[in-house]
């Protein structure tokens, strides 16, 4: 099409050039064409401008990312189909509540060896370049990417590098692709008994894994990864892939992990596990609010600079075998740790399928278990946050942070995102109790809205605020 467009326009410059004294017969002769080039071209450009390479980075991160979201989509247990073409139906919803980027759990085929319960585990690959039958085709699954990019969405699959399921067509093609017991046999991954773990001393394993990477990004045109157990493969395996994988696409990378390398390593995030760890232990009162100081302190001296974090209150791991977070952060107490996964430094904040609803119990792992969705309680309240954050560069995931003392630290976590002049406050009370706080430096001064009521204050230093168990309070500065 592009090619034929273009022999189009160079017949029209033709003719023109070449018939002067007739150039406004011609030019009127020609225009029914000149019109079909202009729609014509007018699509191609605005498909271009939906898939083609977003080359633009900060701080050495695709862009996009920086006040944007994730959205974690367990396919199987999404709708009683199971499938991409009934997901796809909730991409409206999913655009209306501010999603970004989708991040679909493993969607390759699962090993039947070995398999756990019904279906399996998702994360024991038989085939890397497959698509699991249970969800589609291949054609499926391109055009649930293609819908999702014309949404203006982001697509990102999840990767397991680290080992494959227990009857990967490797283990009888490439039996040196695995790691071997004393038997030798391949050896299972950790205790996962449905695993095989790779071995990444041989250097075709290492090739052959980038290389089946890549033919995700051309063939379906994904805009990045989620790599399973990222930190138990190496450092020059990462540095090297990533490295070639961004010569195909500004791709966003997100390791599972907790370790500093893994950004040096060129993820753009990790985990915030020890964030997580922290936020639980302060929901259930087992530690003051002011002990997440010691988790940010954590990253300004262990990570490095422009380090971005994936921040949470559940995900697939913790719904299922930690009862996040119906459990982890009950009731109300869950907002005021979702408002701060979406307002500290350095996250880019992750909402698990139907946390929006909110489905309130876990999820089974290996078998079929669909969230039941149709209240969608939590959906404005998402969709409010979301929409903040892509609003405001205060809260991009590079925007400065200062901690905001007040009288009451130990159940108040107060403080303020700047960035290109804009300004955002946020106090959360973490407690279950009643608390006036008055804040005890006057960065806080200016005239602001609270956004969930819209009312306009006058803030300054000594201001006390009334917060109800587990309240919050939001400020954009005007």
């Keep these: 099409m592009a090619a034929f467009i273009n022999v ?16 406004m017969r011609s030019i009127k002769n020609l225009l029914p064409l000149i019109l079909f080039v202009f729609i014509i071209s007018s699509c191609k450009n605005k498909n271009a401008s939906i898939v083609t390479n977003d080359t633009a980075t900060i701080d050495g991160h695709p862009s996009w990312i920086m006040q944007g979201n994730i959205y974690e989509v367990n396919v199987r247990q999404y709708t009683p189909e199971g499938t991409f073409k009934a997901f796809a ?84 093609k490439h039996p040196d692709f695995y790691v071997k017991d004393s038997t030798g046999k391949a050896m299972m991954a950790a205790d996962w008994a449905d695993t095989r773990k790779l071995n990444y001393k041989n250097n075709e394993l290492r090739d052959t894994m980038i290389a089946q990477l890549k033919f995700w990004i051309t063939e379906s045109n994904i805009d990045g990864f989620r790599c399973d157990v990222a930190g138990d493969v190496p450092d020059d395996f990462w540095k090297r892939c990533i490295t070639e994988l961004r010569k195909e696409k500004n791709i966003f990378m997100l390791a599972e992990g907790d370790k500093p390398e893994l950004n040096a390593d060129g993820f753009d995030a990790t985990y915030g596990w020890n964030e997580f760890a922290m936020l639980k232990k302060i ?27 994936m921040m949470f209150t559940s995900n697939h791991d913790e719904n299922s075998w930690n009862k996040a977070d119906y459990e982890t952060m009950p009731g109300d107490s869950h907002t005021p740790f979702a408002i701060l996964t979406q307002t500290m430094k350095y996250s880019v904040p992750l909402i698990y399928s139907g946390q929006e609803e909110p489905f309130l119990r876990a999820i089974r792992f290996f078998d079929k278990d669909t969230i039941t969705f149709g209240k969608y309680a939590r959906a404005d309240f998402y969709k409010k946050l979301l929409a903040f954050r892509k609003s405001n560069e205060a809260l991009s995931s590079n925007a400065n942070f200062i901690r905001i003392a007040t009288t009451a630290d130990d159940k108040v976590f107060a403080y303020l995102r700047e960035l290109n002049n804009k300004k955002v406050l946020v106090v959360l009370n973490l407690s279950k109790d009643v608390v006036q706080a008055k804040t005890l430096i006057p960065a806080i001064d200016g005239t602001a809205t609270e956004i969930f009521s819209n009312q306009p204050e006058d803030l300054k230093r000594g201001k006390v605020f009334d917060l109800k168990p587990w309240g919050y309070l939001v400020y954009e500065y005007k």
Excluded: C
């Design 8 to 23: 189009l326009i160079l017949h029209i410059k033709y003719v023109v050039l070449k018939s002067k004294p007739i150039v």
């Design 89 to 172: 139906k909730h991409l409206d919803r999913l655009k209306d509540m501010g999603v970004q980027t989708l991040w679909f759990m493993p969607i390759n085929p699962i090993s039947k060896a070995d398999r756990k319960g019904s279906l399996g585990s998702y994360y024991a690959v038989s085939s890397y370049t497959d698509i699991n039958p249970e969800y589609g085709n291949m054609d499926d699954w391109k055009t649930l990417v293609k819908d999702a990019h014309e949404k203006g969405m982001k697509v990102i699959i999840d990767w397991v590098p680290n080992h494959t399921g227990a009857d990967h067509y490797w283990l009888q």
């Design 283 to 309: 929901a259930k009162g087992q530690s003051k609010a002011s002990a997440f100081d010691s988790s940010l302190k954590r990253l300004d001296s262990t990570f490095q600079k422009n380090t971005l974090r």
